[in-house]
């Protein structure tokens, strides 16, 4: 029948196979022809343009500037910083003809613009007087797979990279970590995706930094996902780039940088955390659509009173559609409306609008409720903002039920063998053992909290001396 | 001496000298690593976005939704429209290596979107309900050019690029006009450039299309430049890629589609058009920074008045800055806004601050005025708007006095070997006849204004039938 749900499979079920169905059947992506790439739909999209037009604000409130630096990437000089090729090299896309003719250097279609960005800094700085420089681009980048896992791991992303360029190691710093606050509270109060932050292992950090902050997030399936990174470059880049800056005393010194990046990954994270059997569950503040209106018949004064409250929603910020389609009927809308993951779905019928009511219900708990049209407005404000703490409190049960200590490694293995989640343990920060780790349990090593306390323990996997207990986890 | 303005070579002395030298010093842009290429510097970076977000409204109101579709197009892809794949040939990226291997099919950096995203189009679309499709997509796209020339012919570039599919032609033909009617009021009330609407002669029109419509503007040097353009694809596309709907009758039909565009090259024009000796001038409804606030001395009052200013007119909606930097004098920040284009500056010192005043001085003509401080605000509007007014007003008066009729050759070559500009000739649209013209004057058949009278009169050149009268000129 015209009205009945396409099934979907049950999360619970399988978390691949609920999520790429119902990331095609909301419409919000779909496989581009060539293996590894997609195609952002408009309603995936408008999640990306609402990221945008949120962090941009935060990022420019810091006085960091847009700017935009070319696609093409010399391949010399990726090879001017080692660990960047050697961290890069296997994920490149390679233009070798150009305008109809073999190009005598390669260019790299960008994976990250570290490079063609400071060959340009080290000519625009010149004294202290041009420090910070701080920039953010907003584009596409290309690091190859072989398979597309949408939104969370393409061939071509879209992001935001900030490149900034300090006189001072502790200011080059304090910009890194105030990257990282500003991830964290979008994470948190904008897609009610609560994580942990902290440094990255020596062996997981960014090809080129001296140290890299992360935020981990935690999945349905009880694994971790990088969610976004910020770096202290130190001058890695500086001195390769020879980057050099007259100080106020008239010395030459290197300039200190960070670069920091989130992408349309966040997508993928933020579907797969709130998701349930029914489909999406956006958190308010991100939903393009935060309230559906469903006009139930065809009467005109129904219609009316749909417009009108949209109207008046939309006169309030509110984020409000009419789904006026007339040839599906109400229980389908209901069931593509809820795939999707509105927030709010309002009913308005010839019942609703004789009393002057509408039925307002939430799509997080399915809670229905009548309420007088005057009343509407207010009520759907407070609802959205009910909806927004419930989905992050959901979430950060669940991180928090699903986070472990681990002293032994019978323990680590037993954990990681059933409910997964996070497992912090003492480790001895030697790469062997974590390798011994991971293909003991498929768990690597995603950071040191920040703040951690010192202690002196045996590693959870070898005996020797640990310093600090680490943030242990599948990932993807 | 440290306030002397940097010499900038003189706008009628030779504009490319002119044109690429302040858009270098006004920090609009700078050359990329690899010929050809550029990068947008936050200041020009910034017009982008204001031009993204004031077309941006404007193509959303109208039912079309953004969406983002890959880099990559499978090399086969572009061949299945022959126009299509020979106009773009010479002028691609192609990428022959990813993730370290030698590709089986050879991947082009898009150069436009037509191919990679009617294949899906063609998934996309079965019954009339799902017309009209109408996407747009904000990205990147490279036609290889061996040099740059700074905004206006570079190996990337930044567009728009609208793509729609209807079920008739009628409905298309529509859509490609809403475009362009779109265009022009943007080019005349935001960028303030008048120009011609017109459709492209058959061997100038786009690759694919069956109808181009082009907005052509007049630059300093009587050379026009094309603008923007919208197509009409006819069935051109959807035939090769299958793009069928099954009519309200059940009927199968192939649809009708149109693309339209707009690039960063519009920001070439702008600064070209409106420019003069002391560098740009911006329209005030395109200029990222309205107003500059220049606080003459270090009292603290006047830092203060200037800062008060500066939030006023920001409550107002006036995009203003106050330049506090200490170690540039007056006449070199003088000289550096005006050099910006900035199109209005306000001088607040120790004088002003006491007689409760603020001295404003406009770019366009450098007329100079004293306004009491609470009449700030109020004059400034007044101000942006005859700006906005004159710079419109001188273009359109160039354009006019630009504009020459020519009914014999000799004329023709008259003009175009003296002040150039456009000419209405008439033409008997022989594309043999259109290459002596350019032989013989370097001019090119520039559009057939829309709504031209029908006539009968001998061809400019060959004395053979025509039609019409088309525009002509040299071109970029």
Redesign the interface.
Known sequence: MMFEKKAIPKKSDGLSAWYNRVVLEAELA?Y???KG??????YG??I??RIHTILDADIRAHGV??????????ES?LQKEQQHVKGF????????????EELAE??I?RPTSET?MY??YA?WIQSW?DLPLQ?NQW??V?R???RAYLFLRT??F?WQEGHTAHATHEEALACARWAMDMYTSFYRNVLALPGYVGTKSAAEKFAGADMTLTYETLMPEGKALQSCTSHDLGQNFSRPFAITFLDESGKTQYVWQTSWGLSTRSIGALLLAHGDDQGLRLPPRIAPVQVIILPIGEQAAVLTAAQQTAARLADAGIRAQVDVRD?ERLGFKINKWELRGVPLRIEIGPREVNDGQATIVRRDTFAKETVGSEAVTARTEELLTAIQSNLHREAADFLETHTHTAITFDTFQHIMAGERGFILAPWCEDPACAEQIKAATKATVRCLPLGAAAVREPCVRCGSVARHRWYFAQAY
Chains 1, 2 share one sequence.
């Open positions: 779909d581009g022809p060539v790439t997609m195609i952002f739909r408009p999209y408008a990306w343009e500037e847009n700017a935009y630096f070319p696609l093409f990437i010399p000089f090299s296997p994920e490149l896309a390679v233009v070798t003809i150009g305008g109809g390669r260019l279609v063609i060959h340009t000519k007087r920039i584009n596409n290309v190859w797979e072989k061939t071509e879209l040839n």
